[in-house]
T-cell receptor
Framework: NAGVTQTPKFQVLKTGQSMTLQCAQD?????MYWYRQDPGMGLRLIYY???????DKGEVPNGYNVSRLNKREFSLRLESAAPSQTSVYFC????????????FGQGTRLTVV | DAKTTQPNSMESNEEEPVHLPCNHS???????IHWYRQLPSQGPEYVIH???SNVNNRMASLAIAEDRKSSTLILHRATLRDAAVYYC?????????????FGKGTKLSVIP
């Protein structure tokens, strides 16, 4: 059972380049999330998707776009990367309940130079 | 969003019990108390959750105060693998999302 799979695991970008972080889950969850984690900090929500075809902004959405391609996949796009977007990015998914657990991917470590 | 307060760091000796406290004085009646932990270089993983009653699972126990304004995560015998950052999170259906709002958590060090 794969759970939540993120690709790539590591990426180095030059300022101004674009890239898409991929996330897929195999648990048939409606809700999916993208977080970023800066050194010494907790995770901050970038965007979330409550169901296929819907997305909403989280706490720190500026500089990012997302696509909920289907129920399994939720991608995060950086159109013009900036050094401030150097971070570890985590994708997560959960059922539509507050009394169940969320599952996280292993993260993508992104460096923008 | 209701917020939680945790100590920045704690230490424990290996094979001894660990009590990780969390204050959530503004908790609402529908907030579930969740605990997650994050091992070094990994994504967060679920530990336990509860609403009003104390809860036990294979990983830990959760003790919830009667007024629900605080809770304690109990690791019965700390191992080196339990060294991680532990996050106490209140989860509710805020703004139509089941998101988890993370604070800085408590960094637990386990001494051999």
């Amino acid at each position: 059972n794969a759970g939540v799979t993120q690709t790539p695991k590591f990426q180095v970008l030059k300022t101004g380049q674009s890239m898409t972080l991929q996330c897929a889950q195999d648990m048939n969850h409606n809700s999916m999330y993208w977080y970023r984690q800066d050194p010494g900090m907790g995770l901050r929500l970038i965007y979330y998707s409550a169901s296929e075809g819907t997305t909403d902004k989280g706490e720190v959405p500026n500089g990012y776009n997302v696509s909920r391609l289907n129920k399994r996949e939720f991608s995060l796009r950086l159109e013009s990367a900036a050094p401030s977007q150097t971070s570890v990015y985590f994708c997560a998914s959960s059922e539509d309940k507050v009394n169940t657990e969320a599952f996280f991917g292993q993260g993508t470590r992104l460096t923008v130079v | 969003d209701a917020k939680t307060t945790q100590p920045n760091s704690m230490e424990s000796n290996e094979e001894e019990p660990v009590h990780l406290p969390c204050n959530h004085s503004t908790i609402s009646g529908t907030d579930y108390i969740h605990w997650y932990r994050q091992l070094p270089s990994q994504g967060p993983e679920y530990v336990i959750h509860g609403l009003t009653s104390n809860v036990n699972n294979r990983m830990a126990s959760l003790a919830i105060a009667e007024d629900r304004k605080s809770s304690t995560l109990i690791l019965h015998r700390a191992t080196l693998r339990d060294a991680a950052v532990y996050y106490c999170i209140l989860r509710d259906l805020g703004a139509g999302s089941y998101q988890l709002t993370f604070g800085k958590g408590t960094k637990l060090s386990v001494i051999p």
